[in-house]
Nanobody, 127 residues
Framework: QVQLVESGGGLVQAGGSLRLSCVVS????????MAWFRQAPGKEREFVSA???????????LYGESVKGRFTISRDNAKNTVFLQMNSLKPEDTAVYSC?????????????????WGQGTQVTVSS
């Protein structure tokens, strides 16, 4: 059984930074494409970023338009962990951030592309 556990959320002022982590257990982490989604109150879940599996020797990255240039996704296969570095945070980045995983080579953009999900971590950006 695959389990995903996020950490690193919190309260930060606008312009600040946070680094989210997601530890994956249960299967071979390097075979998974990984992603981050977020959901603000009253809104649909939104794609944030994704990274491909590690078997091709080169990574593919995807970013949502609202976070391009500010957020960076990375992975550490030795630690079974995917990270989301968030810089220049804005109040509109406030949401519950969830990581997702799936045994696919290329990362997907939709929730349907991922079969495993974490519980999420709250990020609140004050103005």
């Amino acid at each position: 059984q695959v389990q995903l556990v996020e950490s690193g959320g919190g309260l930060v002022q606008a312009g600040g930074s946070l680094r989210l982590s997601c530890v994956v257990s249960g299967r071979t982490f390097s075979f998974y494409a990984m992603a981050w989604f977020r959901q603000a109150p009253g809104k649909e879940r939104e794609f944030v970023s994704a990274i491909s599996w590690s078997g091709a020797g080169v990574y593919y990255y995807l970013y949502g338009e609202s976070v391009k240039g500010r957020f960076t996704i990375s992975r550490d296969n030795a630690k079974n962990t995917v990270f989301l570095q968030m810089n220049s945070l804005k109040p509109e980045d406030t949401a519950v951030y969830s990581c997702a995983a799936d045994e696919r080579r290329r990362p997907g953009l939709t929730t349907a592309d991922y079969g495993y999900w974490g519980q999420g971590t709250q990020v609140t950006v004050s103005s």
